[in-house]
């Protein structure tokens, strides 16, 4: 795939247009489809209705690591191939996925008040959520922590990829340390393997998620290209106001 | 009615996780669309002064 | 070798040149460590349970705490564009930092935890386990340290950004940390623990002053 041909910021812009068009709706219409089908559903055997919570907990988390796995990777194309427009998505979509763990850990936390009775477990996944949540905010806060916005971007870009590395150590550590000290036996999800009644629901739902991350990114890329531009403009009129300013003072 | 939203006893739980959902990808999606607008407008505007 | 071994000298002669500046660390880690009884009680057996996570913790935030100076004031003063200039590799600068902000940090809370543990009633049987897990995991939280110090010179609040940024990556270290001193009150070997901070060590050796060079080269630009 010739990728050069994509890094253009003002063919993105332009490209972007019908591709909004088609997002927005489509994200619309899969959460929504995913909402009836999911009321719809009959109460589990064992969790009754909190079922329903499922259909946005599980999506959620999925994006969330999903949308930390698109940031490392947009990260190593910036840093690797210089990539225009790979800093721009990955900034742009470490507060989305922040919004996801956000409402995973929320909606996990309620679905485990009534399962295992309390507001917050320090179960395995949980906590590896947890710390998820922690590195996209250390992502974002070194990100805007600069006057030089490149700045902020590049570095960083380096720090997604020491996070993504060490992404699967942490989750490792974290399993290791809950096992241990874990003294309920483990939840399963909705029973031993899941139902098509379920299913459906929870996948619609998913790709309602990731379609309608898709849509807020690219309207984050254009907005950020945009505001750049402003900027840039701004700058130019500054300067070329400032270079016929000593010319009158002269006269 | 007043039972399907009683969630047989859940709803305390179920609820508040579908105004979490509401909340926050409704947030994200104001947040990104008002910016976005925001920008667009802006970026008209200063291109059609330097037009002028 | 002998650029590295400047850098690591330089760096100890200036932590101790002014009054004792290095000491610093270690005196928060007595303090804090120190603290915790006023918080939770004096009773034995809780502090006893809770020592090594209390004095792993406390390490972490000690190290920390020195590593707005590993790279600011070279940068400040233009020593680390003479760094970068130098025949030596900048990740080689970058470890030989990392030595001497543990020989300034990592090393005095490593002689400093017996007496510390003593004070917080650590079972006597876990502390040889819970040294060694701090031998491996100190070097292992400056090398972390050196790439979050190197990526946010510069920066808005980069004293509290550089906590922000590396602790979530030190959990694992403290996990094990704390793993292996526990398996040893209760009287397994902790052995597994030791061999995973061995190998985190093994790894962040070469990986981290990659990371933290390239912060330090956009840093110089």
Not at chain 2, 28 to 50: D, G
Request: charged residues 15%; proline residues 6%.
């Amino acid at each position: 795939m010739d990728f050069h041909r994509f890094a253009n910021p003002a063919r993105f812009m332009r490209m972007s247009i019908p591709l909004l068009r088609v997002l927005a709706p489509a994200a619309a219409v899969l959460l929504a489809l995913g909402l009836v089908l999911g009321f719809q559903v009959p109460p589990d055997y064992k969790q009754g209705m909190t079922v329903l919570i499922m259909f946005i907990h599980v999506p959620a988390a999925w994006m969330a690591m999903f949308a930390y796995a698109f940031l490392a990777a947009a990260s190593a194309v910036a840093l690797v191939w210089r990539h225009p427009l790979a800093e721009v998505a990955a900034v742009e979509a470490a507060p989305l996925g922040a919004g996801f763990t956000a409402l995973c850990l929320i909606t996990g936390s309620l679905w485990g008040a009534k399962m295992w009775g309390t507001w917050w477990v320090w179960d395995a996944r949980l906590t590896s959520v947890l710390v998820l949540f922690f590195l996209y905010l250390g992502y974002l806060a070194l990100a805007h922590a600069f006057d030089d916005r490149q700045r902020g971007l590049r570095a960083a870009s380096v720090l997604a990829l020491v996070g993504a590395v060490n992404l699967p150590i942490i989750k490792f550590s974290v399993d290791w340390w809950n096992t241990l000290h874990q003294p309920a036996s483990v939840f399963r999800l909705g029973g031993p393997t899941l139902s098509t009644v379920y299913l459906w629901p929870l996948l619609t739902m998913a790709l309602g998620f990731t379609l309608l991350f898709a849509w807020l990114l690219v309207l984050r890329m254009r907005a950020h290209l945009m505001e750049r531009k402003i900027e840039t403009l701004r700058l130019v009129a500054i300067e070329t106001r400032q270079t016929v300013q000593p010319q009158e003072a002269l006269s | 009615m007043s039972e399907y939203l009683a969630m047989g006893g859940y709803a305390g739980f179920i609820w508040p996780a579908y105004a979490a959902a509401v909340a926050i990808l409704g947030g994200m999606t104001f947040l990104s669309v008002r910016r976005h607008r925001a920008a667009a407008e802006t970026l008209a505007e200063i291109e059609k002064a330097r037009k002028a | 070798m002998s650029a590295f071994l400047a850098i690591v000298r330089r760096d100890l002669r200036l932590a101790f040149r002014q009054g004792g500046d290095g000491a610093f660390a270690v005196m928060f880690f007595v303090l804090a460590a120190i603290l915790f009884p006023f918080g939770i009680g004096p009773e034995p057996e809780l502090l006893a349970r809770v020592a090594p996570g209390i004095l792993w913790v406390v390490a972490l935030l000690a190290a920390i705490l020195a590593l707005d100076r590993m790279f600011q004031p070279d940068w400040e003063d233009g020593t680390l564009e003479l760094i970068r200039l130098s025949p030596l590799p900048l990740e080689l600068a970058v470890v030989a930092k990392c030595l001497a902000h543990w020989l300034v940090t990592g090393l005095p809370v490593l002689l400093a935890t017996p007496v510390v543990a003593l004070m917080l009633r650590l079972d006597p049987a876990s502390l040889p386990m819970l040294l060694l897990g701090m031998a491996l995991g100190t070097p292992v939280l400056s090398l972390f340290g050196s790439v979050g110090a190197a990526l946010t010179l510069g920066a808005r609040r980069g004293g509290v950004l550089v906590s922000l940024l590396v602790l979530p990556l030190e959990v694992p270290v403290l996990i094990f940390g704390v793993g292996a001193a526990d398996a040893a009150v209760g009287h397994e070997v902790g052995r597994a623990q030791l061999l995973i901070l061995g190998a985190m060590l093994a790894a962040a050796l070469p990986l981290c002053p990659l990371a933290a060079a390239a912060g330090l080269r956009q840093a110089l630009e």
